[in-house]
């Protein structure tokens, strides 16, 4: 972007959105073509010349608008995180925007189109979208036009948005009111098993007074989110045994114990029909919802009708409470659970063993080995012996009940009060950004690994994302409504041209 802006006079809210609208009208052209090459790069994390490919070309990107770019690698290997920063001067906050490049694995036979060949449609597939060829005239790309790729949304959407951002505002020749440093991630959707040894061993370049993620979608009412927190999250699998080998069961049901009945009942004490984990002193570490959150939740456009009838339930947990309340307790989700047959493989049998598969969400003050504590005590409350390896033969005659219990590593939630400095910042740039008042999420129901982040730097972090809510992110079709990319640009020229003037 060649020589650094000066933060100086604040451009007028109304004068600041027609410079970023007009500047993406004129270069759409361009800036979806950048965002079709971009996408045309298998970007796996465990392809590892192709996601040096995306890495090299992402670095090409940033350079070529005057970003001081280098790799930041592990000491161990994986994929390098792409680095840049733009100073600048006189701004007194330095703000990291953070994305990924890599991208889910794909099943082809599963794709209208092969994934990292960018397709056009004139609308979404499933309102029978056509394929149409790309645009070459300035000022003609439509909003409802959607672009079919992997990672079409979720990253590499984002990230051409952050960087068309800093040339909309430079062609406006608005300042950033920021020092700005770029982190893109290449291992996020493999499960970031580097992440923190980058961190680590970056800590004092990566030093900052916030990051802001642009990771997931806005709300399902196409309204801009600013989401301040995201929940937590483990995992484990459970087995509990039963007989030796499977056993006919006329001739010893009634006398030898059933794995999937044990199973099922070990289950259902630990979570009720209504949501509530039955757990002991499950919520002990759950704070109650602040006044500031019960705010930022009555504001928030309800969606819950509509998304019940999108996926056909007669109701809801909780006596249909509404969703955007749920996502602030903890949740205990039962994955699958296998045992025996059904249908066609069904038999008369008492199998040998059966397997449940569960997921917990977390929120603050939770923490993934306190979890498994009060997990495993409950089991041992049922009468079960708790092994971590499948149990010997002496084990399993010494004991009337034996469950094995595996579990993943998982990590916390991270969250920023929703009436912090930062927070009412963010907000008031972002709502400047777009005109109209945006929806601020106390917390995602999803879980994103920012504790990495929080724990390694101490930085406060908000997620400000600009996707599509009906993406298929990390399903096949993978898609962006293209007026959500021009959106977002607007919105990440907005923050960094307003955020360090807010943020007092």
């Given at each position: 972007m060649g020589a650094a802006l000066r933060a100086g006079a604040q451009t007028p809210a109304n004068d600041l959105r027609t410079k970023v609208r007009n500047y993406g009208s004129g270069h759409d052209v361009e800036i979806l073509r950048e965002l079709s090459e971009f996408l045309a790069i298998p970007n796996l994390a465990s392809d590892g010349p192709n996601i040096r490919r995306n890495a090299d070309h992402l670095m090409g990107m940033m350079r070529s608008r005057g970003i001081t770019t280098r790799l930041l690698e592990s000491p161990s290997g994986g994929p390098p995180a792409v680095y840049g920063e733009l100073a600048a001067p006189g701004a007194t906050k330095t703000v990291v925007f953070y994305a990924h490049y890599d991208g889910q694995p794909v099943d082809t036979t599963q794709w209208m189109n092969p994934p990292w060949r960018p397709v056009l449609r004139d609308k979404d597939a499933t309102a029978g979208g056509q394929v149409i060829p790309f645009p070459t005239t300035a000022g003609s790309v439509q909003g409802e036009w959607r672009l079919y790729a992997r990672s079409a949304s979720d990253d590499k959407a984002p990230i051409v948005a952050m960087l068309a951002a800093l040339d909309a505002l430079k062609a406006g020749g608005v300042?950033?009111?920021?020092?700005?440093?770029?982190?893109?991630?290449?291992?996020?959707?493999?499960?970031?098993?580097?992440?923190?040894?980058?961190?680590?061993?970056?800590?004092a370049l990566l030093r900052a007074d916030a990051w802001l993620f642009g990771d997931g979608p806005i709300h399902q009412s196409r309204r801009q989110q600013i989401v301040f927190g995201v929940r937590g999250v483990t995992g484990m699998e459970m087995t509990v045994y039963g007989p030796s080998h499977g056993l006919h069961s006329g001739h010893y049901g009634n006398w030898a114990p059933n794995p999937v009945t044990l199973l099922a009942n070990l289950v259902a004490s630990m979570r009720?029909?209504?949501?509530?984990?039955?757990i002991k002193h499950f919520y002990d570490d759950v704070a109650p919802i602040t006044a500031a959150d019960r705010q930022a939740l009555a504001r928030i456009p309800s969606i819950d009708s509509a998304m019940r009838a999108e996926v056909q339930l007669g109701a809801t947990e909780a006596g249909n409470a509404p969703l955007v309340e749920r996502i602030m307790l903890p949740a205990l989700n039962l994955r699958?659970?296998?045992?025996?047959?059904v249908g066609a493989t069904a038999s008369n049998t008492i199998p040998a063993e059966a397997t449940a598969s569960i997921d917990f969400r977390l929120v603050p003050h939770q923490t993934p080995e306190h979890i498994k504590q009060l997990v495993e005590a409950h089991a041992r409350a049922q009468g079960?012996?708790?092994?971590?390896?499948?149990?010997?033969?002496?084990?399993?005659m010494g004991h009337a009940r034996i469950v094995k219990m595996t579990w993943e590593a998982g990590y916390p939630a991270v969250r920023v009060a929703t009436d912090a400095p930062l927070s009412r910042a963010v907000l008031r740039a972002t709502e400047e950004a777009v005109?109209?008042?945006?929806?601020?999420?106390?917390?995602?129901?999803?879980?994103?690994?920012?504790?990495?982040?929080?724990s390694v730097l101490h930085t406060p972090l908000i997620v400000l994302p600009i996707v599509n809510h009906d993406n298929n992110q990390h399903a096949a079709n993978e898609n962006l409504r293209l007026q959500n990319l021009?959106?977002?640009?607007?919105?990440?020229?907005?923050?960094?041209?307003?955020?360090g003037q807010y943020w007092k």
């Open positions: 300042a950033p009111s920021v020092n700005l440093k770029l982190f893109f991630e290449g291992e996020e959707e493999a499960g970031s098993a580097h992440l923190r040894e980058i961190l680590e061993q970056n800590k009720n029909d209504d949501g509530r984990i039955l699958g659970i296998r045992g025996g047959g079960f012996f708790i092994v971590d390896h499948t149990p010997t033969a002496a084990e399993r005109g109209a008042p945006v929806v601020g999420l106390p917390i995602l129901g999803g879980s994103l690994p920012l504790y990495a982040f929080e021009f959106d977002g640009i607007g919105v990440y020229a907005g923050v960094v041209a307003r955020l």
